[in-house]
């Protein structure tokens, strides 16, 4: 089993920035891949970014150029660098990872951009 817990979230005004951070723990062989997804009341998961274990990374059309995704592979966490946030990158923020063919979710953190 992994346990994935995300950090980093909160309320910020348009156009501000945060930094949500996610951990990976316990038993893990070789996480392939870590993404991040956000969720609003309603509708579905979408996908924010994800991002390889070589580092090649993937980005949802509502936030690229605006956010980035890197990755620590010595500490088993994952990074989201959003900049020039908007009211509507209000969600709940999840991580996921892929390793040894299972997927695994993370609590989830809010973020909330509000003036």
């Known amino acids: 089993q992994v346990q994935l817990v995300e950090s980093g979230g909160g309320v910020v005004q348009p156009g501000g920035s945060l930094r949500l951070s996610c951990t990976a723990s316990?038993?893990?062989?070789?996480?392939?891949?870590m993404g991040w997804f956000r969720q609003v009341p309603g509708k579905s998961r979408e996908l924010v970014a994800r991002?390889?274990?070589?580092?090649?990374?993937n980005y949802g059309d509502s936030v690229r150029g605006r956010f980035t995704v890197s990755r620590d592979t010595a500490k088993n966490t994952m990074y989201l660098q959003m900049n020039s946030l908007k009211p509507e990158d209000t969600a709940v923020y999840y991580c996921?990872?892929?390793?040894?063919?299972?997927?695994?979710w993370g609590q989830g953190t809010q973020v909330t951009v509000s003036s």
């Open positions: 991002i390889s274990s070589v580092g090649n990374a």
């Open positions: 996921n990872a892929i390793d040894g063919g299972s997927l695994y």
């Open positions: 316990g038993s893990i062989n070789n996480i392939i891949y």
